[in-house]
């Protein structure tokens, strides 16, 4: 819910689901107001699932899929 809440907060962001058992967060989000990569920023100061080797960020067409 912590990264829900924060995420959720940023200006632009329309939706946000943690995906917790596949290590993934998924945002829709207004391409004019947010960059994909402050998402990425916000999710990040979490440290979630710190022992993930690989972060990996999709985006299309307003919205991002963040996998841990």
């Not at 829900?4 to 943690?18: F, L, M, S, T």
């Not at 999710?43 to 899929?65: D, G, Q």
């Amino acid at each position: 819910k912590k990264i829900e809440g924060k995420v959720g907060k940023v200006d632009g962001v329309a939706e946000v689901n943690v995906l917790f058992n596949s290590s993934k967060v998924k945002v829709v989000y207004d391409e004019d107001k947010v960059a994909p990569q402050e998402l990425k920023t916000v999710i990040e100061k979490f440290n979630w699932r710190r022992n993930a080797t690989s972060k990996t960020l999709h985006c299309s067409h307003n919205k991002a899929l963040m996998s841990f």
